[in-house]
C-alpha cells in the first residue's frame, strides 16, 4: 500500500499540489498517493484527524486553515511558531507536527530559480496577512540590508513587530523617497485587480518585482513592468513550497525546474 497525503482547503478543486506531489513521486520513484480533500469551513480539524486515523501520513493545508492547522500542531517547527500558521503536518503515532515551508519556497525560488540573491538588498514586503508572516523569518535569515513590511491596515504590520525583531513596518504614504531591490507582493490585491498604492519611485536599478500570485498578470506586475523592472510571479515558490513538504514527509529532494517548467507550459 502507499503511504497516503492530503492538502486541505476550501475551495480546492484548482489546487495544484496533488499534480505537482504526483510529478515528485515519479520523478524520485516514490510510491505515495497524494489526493485533494475539500474541508468544510468549520470542520478542518475533525477532517484532518479523521484523514491521520485512517493512516494518512502527512498533510499540506492551504486557505483558509492554516492559523487552524498551526493551533492542531502538538509540535511546531522554528519557523511555523514564528508564522502562527502552518502549511505542513506529519502524523507520527500520537503526535502531529506542524511545518511552514511557505518562507524557504519563497527564499528558494528567488536564489535558486530567479539567480537574485537577496542578501544585502533592501526588501520590500506588501502584506500582513498570513503569506507575508510565512516568509518574514526566512527572509531575515537571508540577511537582507533591510526588510520593511507596510500594509494597507498599517497597525497589522506594526504588529509584527512583535514578533519579528529587525523589521521596519508602515503604510504605503511611508515608501515615498524609499528604493528598493526586491518588492515582494503578499497581498490578494491581484484577486480584486487592484494595484496597491505604490510610488512610481519604489524599485531600485536591476530590481526584482515578485508576485506570490500566479495564473494571472496582477496590476502589480503590470505596473513593474511598465517600470522596467523584472518580474516574477508565485508559481515558482508553490512548486518549491511543495518540494520543501515532500524532502519533509520523504526524506528526498525532487528537482523542481522541470516541474516548473511543465507547469508554466500548461
Ligand atoms: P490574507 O487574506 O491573509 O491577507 C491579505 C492581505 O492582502 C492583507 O494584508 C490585506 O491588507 C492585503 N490586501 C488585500 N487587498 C488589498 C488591496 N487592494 N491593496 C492593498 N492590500 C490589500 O491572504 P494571504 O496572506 O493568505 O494570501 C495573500 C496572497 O498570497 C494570495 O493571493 C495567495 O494566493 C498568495 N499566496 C501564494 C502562495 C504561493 O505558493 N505562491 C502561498 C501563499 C499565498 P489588509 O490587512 O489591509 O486587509
Redesign the pocket.
Known amino acids: 500500500m502507499p503511504d497516503r497525503y492530503a492538502v486541505f482547503g476550501n475551495p480546492i478543486g484548482h489546487s495544484k499540489s496533488p499534480l505537482i506531489h504526483a510529478a515528485f513521486a515519479r520523478q524520485t520513484g516514490q510510491d505515495i498517493v497524494y489526493e485533494a480533500r475539500l474541508a468544510a469551513l468549520d470542520g478542518f480539524t475533525q477532517a484532518a484527524i479523521t484523514f491521520a486515523v485512517e493512516g494518512g501520513r502527512g498533510a499540506n493545508v492551504t486557505?483558509p486553515f492554516?492559523e487552524e492547522a498551526f493551533r492542531l500542531a502538538t509540535q511546531l517547527s522554528e519557523r511555523a511558531a514564528k508564522a502562527e500558521a502552518v502549511n505542513t503536518l506529519t502524523f507520527k503515532g500520537d503526535e502531529i507536527l506542524g511545518d511552514n515551508t511557505?518562507g524557504a519556497?519563497l527564499v528558494r525560488d528567488i536564489r535558486d530559480n530567479l539567480h537574485f540573491e537577496p542578501a544585502g538588498k533592501r526588501i520590500l514586503l506588501?502584506?500582513?496577512?498570513?503569506?507575508?508572516?510565512?516568509v518574514i523569518q526566512p527572509l531575515l535569515e537571508a540577511k537582507p540590508a533591510a526588510l520593511m513590511v507596510v500594509?494597507?491596515?498599517e497597525e497589522?504590520a506594526h504588529l509584527l513587530r512583535d514578533f519579528f525583531n529587525g523589521i521596519k513596518t508602515g503604510g504605503y504614504a511611508d515608501l515615498q523617497g524609499r528604493q528598493f531591490d526586491l518588492v515582494i507582493n503578499?497581498?490578494?490585491?491581484?484577486?480584486?485587480d487592484?494595484l496597491?498604492p505604490l510610488p512610481d519611485t519604489v524599485f531600485s536599478d536591476g530590481a526584482l518585482a515578485y508576485d506570490?500570485?500566479?495564473g494571472r498578470e496582477t496590476p502589480f506586475m503590470r505596473f513593474a513592468r511598465e517600470h522596467g523592472t523584472t518580474v516574477a510571479d508565485?508559481?515558482g515558490?508553490?512548486v518549491e513550497?511543495a518540494a520543501e513538504a515532500f524532502f519533509i514527509w520523504r526524506g528526498v529532494r525532487p528537482q523542481t525546474a522541470p516541474v516548473i517548467a511543465q507547469f508554466r507550459a500548461a
Do not use: E, F, I
Not at 186 to 192: D, P, R
Open positions: 486557505v492554516k511557505d519556497g506588501m502584506g500582513a496577512g498570513g503569506a507575508a508572516r510565512g500594509n494597507r491596515t497589522k503578499a497581498t490578494s490585491s491581484g484577486l480584486s487592484q496597491p506570490m500570485m500566479y508565485g508559481l515558490m508553490l513550497q
